[in-house]
T-cell receptor
């Protein structure tokens, strides 16, 4: 059964730093890998979706990569800002077209 | 505006009193899903629906019911709520039921407390 893991559970960095969030999955048979953002008390917002045939996707200061062979995805955030503070979740779409979720990384950007 | 709406946003109830959380999307999406989110456990899928009149169990379906009579609505029903169903609930939808390119849209969440 697919398992998705996000390490670390929490991360605190000064404003302006570049940072990387990690996501690993146990079964490489995925249709896509998605990254979401969740603000406290709010719903989830989609950030990036990487199809299984793709290696990376970019949106503004965000870049997500996918390496199916090693079971890893990373979310790179450039020039971090206090407004980037949130919980970031990754999810892998399994062979039944269902999303399997990681527990998230809580990111705090210190001004 | 494209959105998923849930009602109510907050609900405090007592054990055994039947309740329904409504979910509606205005994007003509085929796929809809319910999740619960608990500290330390992350997002867990309760039920999902690939299309009208088609529903399937997720990872934690016990104690819940759903129906999909119309494409836009996917209510979550707790026939006899118990304290262990106290949680934050999210409804979500996406365009294609078997799509690897469609992202998932989430409602704002319903915080349920069962006393």
């Amino acid at each position: 059964k697919q398992e998705v893991t996000q390490i670390p559970a929490a991360l605190s960095v000064p404003e302006g730093e570049n940072l990387v969030l990690n996501c690993s999955f146990t079964d490489s048979a995925i249709y896509n890998l998605q990254w979401f953002r969740q603000d406290p008390g709010k719903g989830l917002t989609s950030l990036l979706l990487i199809q299984s045939s793709q290696r990376e996707q970019t949106s503004g200061r965000l870049n997500a990569s996918l390496d199916k062979s090693s079971g890893r995805s990373t979310l790179y955030i450039a020039a971090s800002q206090p407004g980037d503070s949130a919980t970031y979740l990754c999810a892998a779409m399994d062979s039944n077209y269902q999303l399997i979720w990681g527990a998230g990384t809580k990111l705090i950007i210190k001004p | 505006e494209a959105q998923v709406t849930q009602n109510p946003r907050y609900l405090i109830t007592v054990t055994g009193k039947k309740l329904t959380v409504t979910c509606s999307q205005n994007m003509n999406h085929e796929y809809m899903s319910w999740y619960r989110q608990d500290p330390g456990l992350g997002l867990r899928q309760i039920y999902y629906s690939m299309n009208v009149e088609v529903t399937d169990k997720g990872d934690v379906p016990e104690g819940y019911k759903v129906s999909r009579k119309e494409k836009r609505n996917f209510p979550l029903i707790l026939e006899s709520p118990s304290p262990n169903q106290t949680s934050l609930y999210f409804c979500a939808s996406r365009g294609g039921r078997r799509s690897d390119t469609d992202t998932q849209y989430f409602g704002p969440g319903t915080r349920l407390t069962v006393l």
